[in-house]
């Protein structure tokens, strides 16, 4: 990737941080400068930057560092944050199962390349992928998906002689018996309304799992406006970025999508077949960097988390609003299991299975029936009997059986922590040894 003067200049800058024994708001300015001097250089908005460094400034000025981070490390981990902040914040999932998937973009963006990439991409996993030929509007279209798909050795369904791409793509939707059916479209030089109304015939036809957007990072900031105008005017689900390897934009481009919430799923890095990559901000970001032991510093820093969390839990009683709190903190309760399973003796069987294994819908339920309640409800369920439980499921439109159910998981959870901190055959030995090691007790 051409990551060159953004990645040369963001490591310019925590190299000013991580080479001093102190630092000091004169060392951030600095530091911050250069930060806006690369992003600039890579197309990103001003107002978007001055944001960016305006936050590292504050952070780092004013959050303490965390036991066990010194504090330049504290800052170059506040530097890493922001930056993944700005630049995608979460990792692009992308479901490995059946899927239809669309692709839409200008001329020339890098769609039936981008075809390609992906089938192979589905393919490398183990799973079936489809290409269907829906550009008749550019000639020899067919001819170009009908090579790539030779390349990879994937099937190509379509028809040179068709003009209309829905008829071609009804035809392939009857013969397809592939997982993964990736359709190519046309350009346009803008998205007009031949485009918009093209798109919408196709589907509706094929009724995609994923409409993708293909925009080339050399577009620079434009890329987030364009990303704008597919998302309000055909839904799309996410935007690949093709040809980050041949332009000092990228970091534009990204940064871009990013502020309009659009949600990158893979980044193009060469002409190849091979050259596609899952998005990953942090793994991008940590790239930027090049700081040698930012993984490290990371691994730290969740320890960090984890430990205050699992302290949290220990030192108070645990009531329904934690309950909440944790449902809010973490996308699974998963999670919840890999914080206690950081603590020496606590075996995760003792929490219940309800709880790890908590759906996301049903955490929503949970949290409607929890803010259905009164405060001394919350810190106490003991006090609700038959009517309160009527009440209280009116109020957040769950069943009576659901409050119920979320009252009986509550008590068994706090039962399995309580049992922990009571300290029973030196589990309370191993509770204090790991506060010692974080630094706790
Ligand atoms: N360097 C580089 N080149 C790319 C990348 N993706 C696509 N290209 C090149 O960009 C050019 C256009 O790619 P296509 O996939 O044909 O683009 P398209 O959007 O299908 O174009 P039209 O069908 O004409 O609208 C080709 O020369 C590709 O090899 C990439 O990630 N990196
Ligand atoms: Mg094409």
Known sequence: MVLGSLSSGIQKAVDKISGRS?????????????????????????????????SIKKRAMDEEPPKGLTQKEHVVNIVYEELVKF????????????????????????????VGKIARFYKNRGLKPALVACDTYRT??????KQIGEEIDVPVYGDP????SSAVLKDALEEVDEEVVIVDSSGRDALNDEMVEEIT?????????????????????????????FQEELDVTG??????????????????????GASVKFIGTGEGMDDLERYDPERFVSQLIGYGDLEGLLERVDEEEAAEQAKK?????????????????????????????????????????????????????YNYIIDSMTPDEKQDPK??????????????????????ELIKLFRQSKKAMEMFKGGRGGMKGSLQKMMKQFGGL
Do not use: H, W
């Open 22 to 54: 102190l630092v000091d708001e004169e060392v951030i300015e600095e530091a911050c400068r250069d930060i806006q001097r690369a992003l600039l250089q890579s197309d990103a908005d001003v107002e978007l930057v001055f944001d960016l460094t305006e």
């Open 87 to 114: 630049l995608g914040k979460d990792e692009a999932e992308v479901p490995l199962r059946e899927s239809r998937i669309l692709l839409m973009g200008t001329f020339g963006a890098g769609k039936t390349t981008s």
């Open 140 to 145: 020899a279209a067919y001819d170009q998906l």
């Open 161 to 164: 002689d068709e003009a209309d």
């Open 201 to 229: 015939t196709l589907d509706e036809i094929l009724e995609p799992d994923e409409r993708f957007l293909v925009v080339p990072a050399d577009m620079g900031q434009q890329a987030g406006r364009q990303a704008r105008r």
């Open 239 to 260: 935007v690949v970025v093709t040809k980050m390897d041949s332009t000092a934009k990228g970091g534009g481009a990204l940064s871009a999508c990013a502020a309009t």
């Open 313 to 365: 839990i220990m030192e108070g009683d645990f009531t329904l609003e934690d309950f909440q709190d944790q449902m809010s903190q973490v996308q699974s309760m998963g999670s919840l299991e890999e914080v206690m399973g950081k603590i020496p003796g606590f075996s995760k069987s003792k929490l219940p299975d309800g709880l790890i294994d908590m759906q996301e819908e049903k955490m929503e339920k």
């Open 383 to 404: 006090v609700i009997n038959s009517s309160r439980k009527r009440r209280i499921a009116n109020g957040s439109g769950a069943k009576v059986e659901d409050v119920s």
